[in-house]
């Protein structure tokens, strides 16, 4: 007959055995469907002389000096100067009058319907204008979804002027980089291809990527790479909300115009969806010798000025983004495109 000592060290050893079965993380299992020869339609930009003229010419305009102007009215774009009194139901109301304020109309820099009803002032003359806060409004609650009126005033306009011909000697003063017209405007021409090729690329991955998604049976995700995207959601926000002096908590509720069960639910989406796409790249990536090296993870933290508390909290997601884009290219040259004219 076993003594009591030996019957309470087989005890404790069941326990610990039950305790890291019944506590162990869930491990990813799933079964890929097709993901090769995939059909999918996309488009393909094409960069235009004109778009590169158009677009050198605005990014000319920019920096340009303003100049002042005196006889018209205020159009979309416009640089203007004015003085507001904000009032609901008749009273002024705290935040909503200042003196002097620059304005450019169409930025969105005020609340909806303010700068359109701008347009067509006469320079020194005022005017009510009606607006309706939205309906989420972080910057002051207490004016969600209420109307007010503004007494606005125009002070003055300025523009900036697109130069009738540009020289050498013009692009020399807007840039440091550029010794003369036509080498600014390849420098343009790059740019536009590059946001070309990268609208394309998102295109495509959005077409792809969500059928493969469809074509694989996933019989569990892993809990552990769960907990640990719903930790950098929590991060990313709890960063952002530091960055505006508040709390989560106060960011979720002014500045998202949500609540901690909402947010909470998004944080189990966006994990879950995060898991889901980089399990199913991973495999992929096993079935088809796709490897991330570490050169290629270290050229991205060098890249990106990455610190080593940043390494130690991003690295992971890091290297699940970087492997799901190599498998993502596997996948469009693996696929059959169809493109369409944009």
Do not use: C
């Not at 005020?110 to 910057?139: A, C, H, R, W």
């Not at 125009?154 to 130069?163: A, D, G, H, Q, R």
């Not at 050169?295 to 000025?305: F, G, L, Q, T, V």
């Amino acid at each position: 007959m076993k003594n009591k000592k030996t019957i309470i060290i087989i005890g404790v050893i069941l326990l610990i055995v039950l305790i890291s079965v019944s506590g162990s993380s869930t491990k990813t299992q799933l079964t890929l469907g097709e993901y090769k020869g995939i059909e999918i339609e996309a488009t393909e930009t094409k960069v235009t002389n004109k778009d590169v003229e158009d677009a050198m010419m605005k990014s000319i305009a920019e920096k340009q000096e303003p100049v002042k102007v005196t006889k018209r009215d205020v159009k979309k774009e416009d640089i203007t100067n004015i003085n507001f009194i904000g009032k609901v139901d008749g009273v002024a109301f705290e935040g909503g009058s200042a003196e002097n304020v620059e304005l450019i109309i169409g930025s969105g820099t005020f609340i909806p319907g303010f700068e359109e009803q701008l347009i067509g002032m006469k320079i020194g003359k005022t005017k009510d204008i009606k607006v309706k806060f939205p309906d989420s409004y972080p910057n002051n609650p207490d004016l969600e979804g209420v109307e007010a009126t503004f007494t606005v005033t125009l002070n003055s306009i300025f523009e900036k002027k697109t130069p009738e011909k540009v020289t050498d000697a013009m692009i020399k003063e807007i840039s440091t980089a550029h010794n003369s017209v036509k080498e600014y405007r390849e420098f343009i021409r790059q740019g536009l291809i590059a946001e070309a090729e990268k609208s394309d690329q998102e295109v495509k991955e959005n077409a792809i990527w969500p059928k493969i998604v469809d074509n694989t049976k996933i019989s569990s995700l892993s809990s552990k790479k769960i907990n640990y995207y719903q930790d950098l959601f929590q991060l990313n926000y709890e960063k952002t909300a530091q960055a505006y002096n508040v709390t989560l908590s106060e960011f979720i509720t002014s500045y998202m115009g949500s609540n901690q069960e909402e947010f909470n639910k998004q944080k189990v989406e966006s994990a879950t969806k995060s898991t889901t796409d980089y399990a199913i790249a991973e495999e992929i990536a096993k079935i088809e010798n796709i490897t991330l090296s570490e050169k290629e993870y270290k050229d991205y933290i060098s890249a990106n000025e990455l610190d080593s508390e940043q390494q130690k909290q991003y690295g992971e997601s890091i290297k699940d983004e970087l492997l799901y884009k190599k498998v993502i290219d596997f996948v469009l040259d693996n696929a059959k495109i169809t493109i369409k004219e944009k």
